[in-house]
Structure formats: C-alpha cells, structure tokens
C-alpha cells in the first residue's frame, strides 16, 4: 500500500470521526457502525434464518448516515470499509457461537463454510443496499483492481475494465466449483484439475492483455515470496531476507515434524507438546525479527493481527486509551497462544493414533481463560474488561490462524 493511500485513509478517517460525532446523537445506525454491540443469539449456521441475522442499524438509515458523511468529504471506500468491518464484527459472534459449542475442539469444516457462505451473501446485500447498485459496482471495481494491481503498474482505463472483467469471471467460475465440491455434486480431484486450468486461462489472458514486463511485475505481488505468511511480501524485502525467512519457515516445520515423531514413539501430555511449541515458535519469531528487523516485524504483525485491530477501532466503544492497548494486546495476544498451542497439541496427540485428553485441555484453557480476566481486570478495570470479553476476545477456542472464518492472515 503507497504512502500517498495510508495517508489518504488517515485524512478520511479524521473526517469521518468528526462526521459522526456531528450526526450520531439521535440516530442509532452511526452508533451502531461506532461500535456499539448487541447480545449475540444462539443459532445453527447451517440453517440461519433471515429473522436471525446478526443486528443492524434498518439499510435506510445507514444509507442516510453514509451519504451525509460522503457529503463530508469521506470517500466511498473509506465508508465501505468501515460497514464490512463493521459486518464481520457482528457476523464474527455467530463464528464465536458456533466455536463455543464445539469447544475445544474445533468445528467441522463444513459448518465453517456455511456460515461463511451466508455472511458473504448478507454482506453483499448490505452493502448494495446502503451504495446502492451504482455506487456498489464502482467500489467493487475499486476493490478488486487494488487486489489485483497491488504495485500500481500502469494500466490504460480499458485494460483496468478488462483486467477487472478477467478477475470477476474467474472468481464466478472458482465459487461455482467450489460450491460443486461443498454439495458433492464434483469430483476433487476433477475440480481441483478445472480449477488450474481456469486459474491458467486467466493467468494467459492478463499476460496478453499487459505484455510480459507489466505482467512479471504483476505477478511478484501475487504469491507470497515466504510460504503461508503473504504479508511479508509488503516490506518488498532483499532475496536475502526472503531466504533468512525462508530458513525460519523450514525450521520450524523441521522441528514440528520431529516432535511430531516423538508423540508417536512415545506419548506426552498436551501441556508438555505445548510447551514444546511454544519454543519453537519463539524461535522462528526471533529469527524472523532478526531478518526484517524487529520494528518493522512488529508493526507488520500487529498490522494483520485480528485481535490488535479490534482493539484499536473499537477502542473508544470500549474506553480504552492509547497508552492501555499495547498492555492489553500482550495479555490477549499470550492467552490466544496459548489455546492455539493445546489445541494443537491435543490434535497432534490424535494424529499420532493416540487419545487426546480433551477435557483437560478444555479445563486447562478455562483457567488461562479466568487468568486473564482477572489479569485484565486488574489492568482497566471490571467494565472495560468484561466489555473486551463480552466481544469475543477471550474466546474458550482462542484465536484458529487457519480458519477460513476466524483465523488470522
């Protein structure tokens, strides 16, 4: 992301939070989009009825809100943004019910994928409704050309609406597919084979469209230059940096794999593999941070951290000041790893053909989880910290990186 965006985004949001402060008192949708949470309810994802879709401010009113604040001066994507965020954060209780009532374990993918497949639908709805279909199908070519053309390479306003046509219709052939495969009308293997060659075909066209160089340049932003962790690809960093991350990578998987071994020759608790895990990941954050430089890995963290990010948007909902959310975030952030590491732990237990002791494992979480809240407590106080609990930040499944839902990067 350029300078000249971070800092248009910045201005925009200055505006916006004087926008609403000027129009929020008496109409409910902008404290709702502010921050202001309702009582989550309990249903099956599988078979969510429109009556029970998480509560929003009537798509009238927000439209009102938003138009207002466009006339303001704020732009269109920055209201965009702010109403998907503000939709996963009311879709994000209905993943937190679900994950609770599979605790520790973890859901099965299906309920995962139709829970996302219904949020996406509303998420749609809202949005057309509130930019109407105009104003819909300008931010979603926005949207979609600042995927794609992620280094800015110059493009003509004709070849911008072919590469935007190129990318919508490979994204309709993939859902298709994809919804194939779910409903088991398809074959994998044979999806995964049509899949390539639509990502193929597409590939092909942008080369012809742009020309190699402009395509090569394209396609270095397209794939993560370190496997699993895409963000790095935003430092633009050295080869030697990219093989010093490449080396962090590979050695923990090598240390995992060894562990892994060792479950399966002899049994360990889940306590002890979990401490065996947390080493090893402190191990390969420690090489990575020697790579990049520790500033610059911290902020690129924080950056695609899910929980650091809920606490600073919705820091004013929950009162929070600046100096208390650093504090705040490491006592989550150490809760968080910690039931990531004894849920894996207990997964590991059961890959290696033995039985995991699921129900220590979830006694063992909900006393890192009470900790914590007492920990909280002791740090901002009772309300503020049940305010942060109430909102899903101290979940009993903690936080699943690898969740299409509720995962990080």
């Not at 800015?152 to 298709?176: I, N, T």
């Not at 942060?388 to 699943?400: E, K």
């Amino acid at each position: 992301m350029s300078l000249e965006y971070r800092l248009s985004i910045l201005a925009n949001l200055a505006l916006l939070g004087a926008a609403v402060l000027l129009i929020r008192e008496g109409n409910r949708a902008a404290s709702h989009i502010a921050g202001v949470t309702a009582p989550p309810t309990r249903s099956a994802p599988s078979k969510l009825p429109v009556a029970s879709r998480p509560t929003a401010a009537r798509p009238e009113e927000t439209a009102d809100v938003f138009a207002r604040l466009e006339k303001a001066g704020v732009s269109r994507i920055v209201l965009a943004d702010i109403m998907r965020n503000d939709h996963r954060r009311r879709w994000g209780k209905r993943v937190r019910e679900l994950e609770n009532r599979f605790a520790p374990k973890q859901p099965p993918q299906r309920e995962y994928v139709t829970l996302r497949r219904l949020e996406e639908e509303d998420e749609d709805r809202e949005l057309k409704q509130t930019l109407g279909e105009e104003g819909y199908a300008a931010w979603d070519k926005e949207q979609t050309l600042r995927k794609v053309n992620f280094e800015e390479v110059p493009m003509k306003p004709e070849e911008s609406d072919r590469v935007y046509q190129l990318d919508k219709q490979l994204d309709d052939k993939l859902r298709e597919m994809r919804l194939a495969m779910e409903y088991g009308d398809a074959d994998v293997a044979d999806m995964s084979t049509l899949q390539m060659k639509a990502q193929d075909e597409y590939e092909k066209a942008l080369e012809n469209l742009l020309g190699k160089e402009r395509y090569d340049k394209l396609k270095g932003y397209s794939f993560p230059v370190v496997e699993g962790h895409a963000e790095f690809n935003e430092l633009n960093p050295s080869p030697d940096q990219v093989s010093a991350l490449q080396s962090a990578v590979s050695g923990y998987q090598a240390a995992e794999a060894e562990l892994s071994k060792r479950i399966a020759d002899k049994p360990m608790d889940a306590a002890a593999i979990a401490a065996e895990l947390k080493t090893m990941n402190e191990a390969q954050e420690q090489s990575m941070r020697k790579a990049i430089g520790a500033d610059a890995y911290e902020a690129l963290r924080r950056e695609h951290d899910e929980t650091y990010q809920a606490l600073t948007q919705y820091a004013q909902a929950w009162h929070l000041q600046d100096n208390e959310i650093e504090p705040v975030y490491q006592k989550l952030k150490a809760y968080e790893d910690n039931v990531e590491w004894l849920r894996k732990a207990a997964q590991m237990t059961e890959l290696a053909g033995q039985t995991a002791d699921w129900s220590a494992v979830k006694a063992t979480i909900e006393r890192s989880r009470q900790a914590t809240q007492s920990e909280l407590e002791a740090l901002v106080g009772p309300d503020r910290a049940r305010a942060i609990a109430r909102n899903g930040l101290l979940s009993p499944v903690g936080r699943d990186r690898n969740a299409p839902h509720g995962g990080g990067s």
